[in-house]
């Protein structure tokens, strides 16, 4: 994985697939130049212990890509996780990226050496076939890149998602193009304001988007509490953030909740589905609602 990606004539992958890539079981160590698992068709992982490290990607798939439980541990990567779709129901997964964590695009896929894995910027081209789906499982992602990025829908039903994404305003914690819905699960993603997207108002679960007005540093803890003193969502961000988007359930509009960065604690008052103290800029983000409970603004449109 600390080679550079070797030429197209020469395969540095791990196990790669023309076709089906499915994997059932086992214990697989790869460390790879290229990606570590590839298929051209559609990937599916079920069960088993995976511990990748990638000059490239982590675990690509052309078309669908598909993980309903198993252990894996990606190290090192350019692009964690990358699929025309991905559908997270079940596991415990751990992605370490210098781009984007997860990465829901189209296009054939290149090497980290060119630009986004698919041969695309990331952001720049959406599609209805193009889709980024959790529905349970544990997810912990650490992107130097946009943490959650989809090209077209979002869609968050359950799991327990923490995401430390960029420390440059180029990136968002959590990324999309078409539209971006939580209905359930617990999410806290940490990272910079100047891309902050927040959830759709057509969620049904509520979410806050909070930019700050400082940053904090690396190793600061983050608390959401309900009114009655209850942890609802808690993450420790490895790197340093001046933005939070946070969701859980139980939290529904009207109540108060006191989220904690560090030392600083802020009352917030959910005013809509989606309440945010800045504005997301991309089209699917909402940002509408207004917080209350002595919140300042700092965020940035797009």
């Known amino acids: 994985s600390s080679s550079s990606t070797a030429a197209d004539t020469e395969s540095t992958k791990g196990l790669k ?8 079981g086992g214990t697989i160590n790869v460390d790879s130049a290229d990606d570590s698992l590839h298929t051209n068709g559609n990937g599916t992982i079920t069960g088993g212990t995976l511990t990748l490290a990638s000059g ?7 078309n669908d890509l598909v993980i309903s439980g198993g252990t894996i541990t990606i190290s090192k990567s350019y692009e964690g996780i990358e699929g025309m779709t991905i559908t997270i129901n079940d596991g415990n997964i751990s992605v370490v990226s210098s781009d984007d964590g997860l990465n829901a695009a189209g296009g054939s896929d290149s090497s980290s050496a060119g630009n986004n894995g698919f041969g695309m910027t990331s952001g720049t081209s959406s599609s209805n076939n193009i889709s980024l789906t959790i529905n349970g499982g544990t997810l912990n992602v650490n992107a130097s890149g946009d943490g959650l990025d989809s090209n077209g829908a979002t869609t968050i039903t359950g799991g327990t998602i923490n995401v430390s994404g960029s420390t440059a305003n180029d990136n968002s914690a959590v990324d999309f193009t078409s539209a971006g819905v939580i209905t359930g699960g617990t999410l806290v993603a940490a990272g910079t304001s100047g891309m902050a997207e927040s959830f759709g108002s057509s969620s049904t679960q509520c979410s806050i988007l909070y930019n700050m007005t400082s940053s904090a540093a690396a190793d600061t803890a983050i608390t959401l509490k309900d009114s009655s003193g209850n942890v609802l969502a808690s993450y420790t961000s490895p790197k340093t953030f001046n933005s939070v988007l946070l969701s859980a359930p139980g939290m529904t509009v009207g109540s108060t909740y006191t989220l904690t960065v560090g030392s600083q604690s802020y009352s917030i008052t959910l005013t809509s589905v989606a309440t945010s103290n800045g504005s997301s800029g991309m089209s699917g983000g909402s940002g509408n609602g207004n917080m209350g409970g002595g919140m300042t603004g700092g965020g940035r449109s797009k």
């Open 56 to 62: 490239d990607d982590g675990f690509h798939a052309d």
């Open 17 to 24: 697939s023309g076709a089906e890539l499915l994997i059932t």
